[in-house]
């Protein structure tokens, strides 16, 4: 008479395999996954544990019914810790695209103008327009230099340029008439601006007032 052997345990087996694959459903960052797929694997694991204990004895599926009962829930928060990680990193990635460059947060931090002289700044546009324009355009500035000449811009408004012991010249723009009427060539100013670039190699400042 030959030896009996247990039957083997199916649903036992069955059981841990509804469970890693319901596991991995709580752990993929698709939103859904778990709550569709997840529960109802782990549903039929905990169902097929009850099985394999019924046709085998506490031990044929009593650790499948704690897996479903105690780490499906631990597995599945972690999952959606690590999905809401995950959304919260795309986001700040988002946001750092949008953000302003450093240069753009230190002009906000700084409230008065950067001073720069009609040299400095003329010379750097003739350097390289590209850096001039990273370090000048858009920001706030006091320029110091002399008046070359007083005349008016293409929209009839006064317009000065700018040089100082003859190198370069620089263009500001958007003064009034009367802080205009009481300036000679020559002179020494000094002017608060906001940077423009620059038009046909020179550079150009908008928004222009005298300073004080």
């Known amino acids: 008479m030959s030896p009996s052997h247990p039957a083997p345990n199916g649903a ?7 469970l890693v694959i319901a596991w991995v459903c709580f752990l993929i960052p698709i939103p859904g996954s778990g709550l569709l797929i997840g529960w109802p694997l782990n549903l039929a694991a905990f169902i097929l544990a009850i099985v394999g204990m019924a046709k085998h004895g506490a031990l044929g599926g009593l650790f499948q019914l704690l897996a479903s009962l105690i780490v499906s829930p631990l597995v599945y928060l972690f999952g959606w810790i690590f999905l809401l990680g995950g959304l919260s990193a795309m986001s700040a990635l988002e946001n750092n695209g949008h953000a302003d460059s450093p240069h753009e947060i230190d002009r906000a931090a700084d409230a008065s103008p950067r001073e720069v002289d009609v040299n400095t700044l003329a010379r750097a546009y003739r350097d390289d327009a590209s850096a001039a324009d990273w370090l000048y355009k858009d920001t706030a500035l006091r320029v110091s230099g002399r008046i070359a000449s007083i005349g008016r811009d293409a929209s009839d408004e006064p317009m000065l340029k700018l040089t100082d012991r003859g190198v370069g010249l620089v263009r500001a723009k958007n003064l009034s008439d009367e ?12 002017l608060d601006c906001t940077g423009a670039g620059q038009e046909s190699g020179e550079p150009v400042l908008e928004a222009c007032s005298i300073s004080d």
């Open 12 to 18: 036992g087996r069955a059981a841990w395999i509804c």
């Open 179 to 190: 802080a205009v009427a009481g300036l000679s060539r020559g002179q020494s100013i000094s």
